[in-house]
């Protein structure tokens, strides 16, 4: 199930939360603000060789409180 939440478009996320739970004003900016701060990066190392570092725009960050329990 965890693997699911890998996947997850910050907007797209942002807009159920608006449309569906009702969230604006600050708790919505607050939800952008922790989803953005985050500026998750990715590299995969094995042994000698490492690839180039690319940015994640989807996922959701570990422990996340609307990440899976």
């Known amino acids: 199930m965890s693997a699911a ?11 159920v939360l ?6 604006n004003d600050s708790a919505l900016r607050w939800h952008k603000s922790y989803l953005a701060v985050a500026e998750r990066t990715y590299r995969v190392v094995t042994g000698e060789a490492e690839s180039n570092i690319t940015e994640l725009d989807y996922g959701l960050p570990q422990g ?3 990440g899976p329990y």
């Open 5 to 15: 939440f890998d996947t997850v478009n910050h907007e797209t996320l942002l807009d």
């Open 18 to 23: 608006q449309t569906q739970f009702g969230l």
């Open 64 to 66: 996340s409180s609307v």
